[in-house]
């Protein structure tokens, strides 16, 4: 089959934790690479953002990533690219025109935009992953929400349009069909991870075993919590906490997140016990997170949630917010705990009562492996998805979807 993937500002080649690098280039990427190696053809079509790349790169996975000129070919904010999603849609048009896709998965709303447009022209069947949701957005966010003021009602068009919608979580689900998507066209499939890349086997970073080490992996943004976990900290002794992930500025001592958490670490007394790593890459994020007692997400909201599920694949137990995705993940008293989003006390107790009990923490992160590779692995996400591809080619995508978990 041959499965053209969209998404306008998540590419496969981008370099991961910065401030619009995050999970859904590991979820594209992931889930093209599944496909590669079940048999199936994916090009992955995302914008141009620098005028050195070619046209078409061929990864080593087997994944082709086109760039798409839509807008200028330098780096353009995500909540900035919406006026050159016109552009965009015109490049794949022409891209289709003697090469068209069986099927068309769109992922972000700008991309399902471009894609709904495009593949209209030709009659393709599209399928359409969120990745988040703008209500949900600027619930949490308000005034400091960036979108721009139409996403939610193109959300809500793409609700209407597209062949199939596929949620990563249940609570995704709720908040569709609150927007009013039609139930029948919704399928449930979770983001899926690596078990061998991430795995209780492999190098470690090199730490101090008397000192418990606390692990968050993150795009440094507000919303992801991590001052949370920071004002945590002052009610736990003899434990540190590393902080891995970029934010706005490609120089971590220039970032204004940064520079605010560290103030906050100041504050809090704290500072000598935190440590800010910036951007790493994937093979440092598993080592990092198997060097740690306990992985940490704590964010205000979250669609999925894929490092808690790399950290479960690690053998790490997880204290997560109970938000969106990680209600799914995160199985409560089972694989970690679940606490309240912003509220460092009750994270403080989770983490005491791990820190207290070294038994715990061993079965909790058993099982936490055992879930990641019997639930979660990209080879059964990825069949799942075909699935839904092969419905909407067959135009039954209209019909109702069992849950997959």
Known sequence: MKIAMVSEHASPLASLG?????????????LATAMVDLGHSVTVYTRRDDPQLPEMV??????????????????VAKDAIYPHVAQFSDGLIQAWRFNRPAVVHSHFWMSGIAAIRAAGAYGLPTVHTYHALGAEKLRHQGAADTSPPVRILEEAKIA???????ATSAAE??????????IGSICVIPCGVDSEQFSPNGVGEPRNPNVLRIATV????????????????????????????????ARIEDDAEVTRLSNLALRCGVSQRVSFRGPIEREGVAELLRSADIAVCTPWYEPFGIVALEAMACGVPVVASAVGGLKDTVIDGITGFLVPPRSPQK???????????????????????????????????????????????????????????
């Open 218 to 249: 993150s795009r440094l943004v507000p919303r992801k919590g991590v001052d949370t976990v920071i004002e945590s900290m002052t009610s736990l002794e003899n434990a540190e906490l590393i902080v891995a992930g970029g934010g706005e500025s």
């Open 160 to 166: 209407r349009r597209i062949d199939c919608i596929v």
């Open 173 to 182: 689900l709720i908040e569709l069909q609150r927007m009013g998507s039609r």
């Open 347 to 405: 994270l403080a107790d989770a983490l005491r009562r791990l820190q207290t009990d070294a038994r715990l923490r061993r079965t909790l992160g058993h099982a936490a492996r055992k879930c990641a590779v019997t639930n979660y692995q990209w080879s059964k996400i990825a069949l799942e998805t075909l699935k839904v591809y092969r419905l909407s080619i067959d135009g039954k995508a209209q019909q109702r979807f069992a849950v997959v978990s």
């Open 58 to 75: 061929n990864m080593a996975c087997g994944v082709v990533v086109r760039h798409v000129d839509a807008g200028p070919p330098e780096r």
């Open 18 to 30: 910065h401030v619009d690098a995050g999970g859904q280039n590991v979820h594209v990427t992931a």
